[in-house]
């Protein structure tokens, strides 16, 4: 059974701090790498990456060197370094590699050492591959039971909230995260895939959003002008369907209410807004994190008067979202406390509390 990254970021230091390696098993594109550079980040360890794919059985046990009668093993310069200080050791494409190097990677995973070095004592092990319950779509070999005993698997789906929330935290486009948020299906191609054709991965709208953000593409308020060579750009990354998709969803799209409008006062695009774009709205506003991050007293009024006037289905899910969000309790306390336009949000949040109860 496959589980979000949400999930497997909630016990995986269990494990990887038991110094037991932990492999990553899914589709391509889907962030495992990033999951790894993210976990190493949040422990405050630097990654020494290696390709398995690209090694041979050399890169791995090192070289031969004479020491007086007798020949000893060099390490190659990646193995020692995880040796000497306290790294996280990233292994990609385990099951891309030739069957000499993966039987040596035996020692590794199972005494932390290779032809007499051993790594440090607080080196961590992890692993990629795109082998599992998808291994029929890649050019990948089967692991043996013994092999991958000595690994601690997990088949990891992302949500697409996964991918939502890490976009939204400044790493994607918004125009390109609004788009998902609408359009989910074109996030990625999750059937089979079609010789030489392309298409759309999590990566791949990653790569395609630095691009538009390098140049500007995306921005500004001239930005429909350029919709054209963006969607050319954006064939090349995630394909024709999704490119279209894209393209023809910002072309048509009106006003872009964004959270800093909100902060603002800025209420005039929200004239007629539905249930769904208010939804939309909620969810860019609590995953921004600007809602809480050194906001002043009148960007405090400002997203109260916007829950004030949110419907009743958009202002519950906006309450339940920020008492769930780490971070959110200043908001939720000024939410108690003010009173704006002589209205008290401690009292509309009472009804609406009440009205919820009452629909149950």
Same mark, same amino acid.
């Given at each position: 059974?496959?589980?979000?990254?949400?999930?497997? /970021? @909630?016990?995986?230091?269990?494990?990887?701090?038991?110094?037991?390696?932990?492999?990553?098993?899914?589709?391509?594109?889907?962030?495992?790498? =990033?999951? !790894?550079?993210?976990?190493?980040?949040?422990?405050?360890?630097?990654?020494?990456?290696?390709?398995?794919?690209?090694?041979?059985?050399?890169?791995?046990?090192?070289?031969?060197?004479?020491?007086?009668?007798?020949?000893?093993? /060099?390490?190659?310069?990646?193995?020692?370094?995880?040796?000497?200080?306290?790294?996280?050791?990233?292994?990609?494409?385990?099951?891309?590699?030739?069957?000499?190097?993966?039987?040596?990677?035996?020692?590794?995973?199972?005494?932390?050492?290779?032809?007499? %070095?051993?790594?440090?004592?607080?080196?961590?092990?992890?692993?990629?591959?795109?082998?599992?319950? %998808?291994?029929?779509?890649?050019? !990948?070999?089967?692991?043996?039971?013994?092999?991958?005993?000595?690994?601690?698997?997990?088949?990891?789906?992302?949500?697409?909230?996964?991918?939502?929330?890490?976009?939204?935290?400044?790493?994607?486009?918004?125009?390109?995260?609004?788009?998902?948020?609408?359009?989910?299906?074109?996030?990625? %191609?999750?059937?089979?895939? =079609?010789?030489?054709?392309? &298409?759309? @991965?999590?990566?791949?709208?990653?790569?395609? @959003?630095?691009?538009?953000?390098?140049?500007?593409?995306?921005?500004?308020?001239?930005?429909?002008?350029?919709?054209?060579?963006?969607?050319?750009?954006?064939?090349?990354?995630? #394909?024709?369907?999704?490119?279209?998709?894209?393209?023809?969803?910002?072309? /048509?799209? =009106?006003?872009?209410?964004?959270?800093?409008?909100?902060?603002?006062?800025?209420?005039?695009?929200?004239?007629?807004?539905?249930?769904?774009? &208010?939804?939309?709205?909620?969810?860019?506003?609590?995953?921004?994190?600007?809602?809480?991050?050194?906001?002043?007293?009148?960007?405090?009024?400002?997203?109260?008067?916007?829950?004030?006037?949110?419907?009743?289905?958009?202002?519950?899910?906006? &309450?339940?979202?920020?008492?769930?969000?780490?971070?959110?309790?200043?908001?939720?306390?000024?939410?108690?406390?003010?009173?704006?336009?002589?209205?008290?949000?401690?009292?509309?949040?009472?009804?609406?509390?009440? #009205?919820?109860?009452?629909?149950?």
């Amino acid at each position: 059974m496959a589980i979000d990254f949400k999930t497997f /970021n @909630s016990f995986v230091s269990l494990i990887a701090e038991s110094k037991h390696p932990v492999m990553i098993r899914g589709r391509h594109g889907i962030g495992k790498s =990033e999951l !790894v550079y993210q976990y190493a980040a949040s422990k405050g360890l630097p990654v020494v990456e290696r390709r398995i794919s690209q090694m041979t059985e050399g890169d791995l046990v090192g070289l031969p060197v004479v020491d007086g009668n007798r020949t000893a093993w /060099n390490p190659p310069d990646w193995f020692k370094d995880a040796c000497e200080r306290p790294v996280v050791l990233f292994l990609d494409e385990v099951d891309r590699g030739t069957q000499e190097v993966r039987q040596g990677c035996f020692q590794l995973t199972d005494s932390r050492a290779i032809n007499g %070095h051993r790594l440090h004592p607080d080196t961590l092990i992890f692993a990629a591959v795109n082998g599992g319950v %998808h291994a029929a779509q890649y050019q !990948v070999s089967d692991m043996d039971p013994a092999e991958l005993d000595r690994w601690t698997v997990f088949d990891v789906e992302p949500t697409v909230e996964d991918w939502i929330a890490y976009g939204a935290a400044g790493n994607v486009h918004p125009l390109i995260v609004d788009f998902i948020r609408d359009n989910p299906a074109h996030l990625e %191609h999750t059937k089979d895939f =079609e010789p030489s054709k392309v &298409y759309p @991965s999590r990566r791949s709208w990653k790569r395609l @959003s630095d691009t538009a953000k390098r140049v500007g593409m995306l921005d500004g308020e001239d930005y429909k002008a350029r919709l054209n060579t963006f969607f050319n750009v954006a064939s090349g990354y995630i #394909g024709m369907e999704a490119a279209i998709a894209a393209r023809d969803y910002m072309k /048509n799209i =009106e006003k872009i209410v964004t959270v800093d409008d909100i902060l603002a006062g800025r209420f005039d695009g929200l004239k007629g807004f539905k249930l769904a774009e &208010y939804t939309t709205l909620v969810d860019k506003i609590v995953d921004s994190g600007k809602a809480v991050d050194g906001m002043d007293n009148a960007a405090y009024e400002n997203l109260l008067r916007f829950f004030l006037r949110l419907p009743s289905e958009a202002a519950m899910k906006f &309450y339940t979202d920020c008492n769930k969000k780490p971070g959110m309790m200043p908001l939720i306390v000024k939410m108690h406390s003010m009173t704006i336009d002589g209205k008290s949000v401690k009292q509309y949040v009472v009804d609406l509390l009440g #009205g919820a109860k009452k629909k149950k």
